[in-house]
Nanobody
């Protein structure tokens, strides 16, 4: 079972950058696909970025060219580098570990983009 802890959220001005981190505690981290999701107030949780166990990334259209997902299997970490942030990126961001039908969520980290 994976336990996930996100960090790196905060308040940033439009056009700014943040890097989110997700630390995993399980012994089989490298086998999991990892995803970053977000949920804005009154909206459904949505997939932002995903990286396979082999390191292949995919992105939601709304963040392509601005967000980059990466993983470091040696450190049991996954990252989300966010640039050119917009007010509509404001949400709680969650990390998720996925393996087959298994899925584990972190507690989330708040990202607020506002001037």
């Amino acid at each position: 079972q994976e336990q996930l802890v996100e960090s790196g959220g905060g308040l940033v001005q439009p056009g700014g950058s943040l890097r989110l981190s997700c630390a995993a505690s399980g012994a089989f981290f490298s086998a999991y696909a990892m995803g970053w999701y977000r949920q804005a107030p009154g909206k459904q949780r949505e997939l932002v970025a995903h990286v396979t166990s082999g390191g292949s990334p995919t992105y939601a259209d709304s963040v392509k060219g601005r967000f980059t997902i990466s993983r470091n299997n040696a450190k049991n970490m996954v990252y989300l580098q966010m640039i050119s942030l917009k007010p509509e990126d404001t949400a709680v961001y969650y990390c998720k570990a996925e393996l087959g039908r298994q899925g584990y969520w972190g507690q989330g980290t708040q990202v607020t983009v506002s001037s």
